[in-house]
């Protein structure tokens, strides 16, 4: 008797970006770039920015979930796995998860973060949906989140332009029939570590007088390398998974890209033969939020959504790290 593979679907979305909008005309007065210049080469118009103090990822994270949990109707005692898909954790330790889980009620439930830059939610959704599938565990929230202004010096024309803040969080369920997660490709290249980075505060450069003053704590990006990475391997990877099921343009319902640059997602939906209408953007709204720019994005276009749908996940990010994610969706909205 050959037994069906349990398959973990996305049973709701909610997704949260702050109330202050960053626009490239305020950018105008703070760096010498144009709204012009963002707008060709990012396709960016604006972004959000999570004012105020002792305000770290958590916070945004906990917006998300409590969101779900209300629109599922879950109880937060149910949930048995929150991961969290982040750059920007509250602290080192413990993890935002923890933090989400304690401020959501989810006592029942463990949790860890995810650390893969913009490829975060790809590679957490895939983490999350193994425990489903091994049928240990029934609900599992996954959170992509990020403050990016955190770690963003605002005298850096080339980088402050380009990131936001916001996120995004998904439950997880087993599902009744063949829709849901169906193949993930997921890559990593330790070798491009040098380019995209947080170079100090870690334990090979702790905070010290220096790393401040040369302001290694704030991100460090060679855009036009990473750009180059970014085309390439993000399209690669998003024709390498169609080929793998089988799926031709006309198969696919939507591309969900990493939102960083309309040009690499241009180029990647090129490759994979799909026409804008196919193409879910809101970068012009929110900038680059990292592991928050792809649930961001299914929440934006949940309504669009059908059961069956096939949607391709695909991101590119610092690690250098990138994947690919093949669902079907789970419900009509
Ligand atoms: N306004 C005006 N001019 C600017 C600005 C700005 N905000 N920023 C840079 N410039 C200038 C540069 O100084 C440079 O001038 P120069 O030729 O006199 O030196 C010129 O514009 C061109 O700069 P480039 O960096 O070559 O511009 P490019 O076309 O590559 O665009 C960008 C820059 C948008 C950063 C692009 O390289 C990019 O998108 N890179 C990939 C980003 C990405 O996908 N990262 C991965 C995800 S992020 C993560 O994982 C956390």
Not at 199 to 215: E, F, H, V
Not at 252 to 265: D, E, G
Not at 278 to 294: F, S
Request: with cysteine; hydrophobic share 35%.
């Amino acid at each position: 008797m050959s037994s069906k593979k349990l398959r973990a679907s996305i049973t709701g979305v909610h997704g949260y970006v702050p109330d202050y909008i960053l626009s490239n005309s305020e950018l105008e007065t703070l760096v010498d770039t144009t709204d012009e210049w963002i707008m060709t080469r990012t396709g960016i118009k604006e972004r959000r920015i999570l004012k105020g103090d002792l305000q770290g990822t958590s916070v945004l994270g906990i917006k998300c979930v409590k969101g779900l949990l209300e629109k599922t109707n879950t109880d937060p005692k149910d949930i048995d796995l929150i991961i969290c898909a982040t750059v920007t954790p509250d602290m080192f330790f413990p993890s935002t998860s923890n933090l989400i889980a304690d401020k959501v009620g989810a006592s029942n439930s463990y949790g860890f973060d995810i650390s893969a830059a913009c490829s975060g939610f790809i590679y957490a959704l895939s983490t999350g949906s193994q425990f489903i599938e091994a049928g240990t565990h029934k609900k599992v929230i996954v959170v992509g989140a990020d403050k990016m202004s955190s770690i963003i010096d605002y005298e850096d024309r080339k980088n402050c332009v380009l990131f936001g803040d916001g996120g995004g969080a998904v439950l997880l369920e087993p599902s009744s029939d063949d829709t849901g997660i169906q193949d993930y490709l997921l890559k990593s290249d330790g070798s491009g570590s040098d380019m995209l980075c947080l170079k100090a505060g870690g334990s090979l450069r702790p905070a010290s007088k220096d790393t401040i003053k040369n302001k290694e704590h704030y991100i460090y990006q060679e855009g036009s390398s990473v750009f180059k990475f970014a085309v390439t391997n993000m399209a690669d990877i998003s024709e390498e998974i169609m080929k793998k099921n089988n799926l031709k343009a006309d198969d696919i319902a939507y591309l969900v890209p990493h939102q960083a640059n309309k040009r690499i997602i241009d180029a990647t939906a090129n490759r994979m033969g799909v026409g804008p209408d196919k193409v879910l953007l809101n970068i012009e709204r929110y900038g680059n939020t990292t592991a928050g720019t792809i649930p961001l994005c299914l929440w934006d276009f949940e309504k669009k959504f059908k059961k069956g749908d096939n949607l391709i996940l695909a991101a590119f990010g610092g690690g250098f790290t990138w994947g690919s994610l093949y669902l079907k969706w789970s419900y009509n909205n």
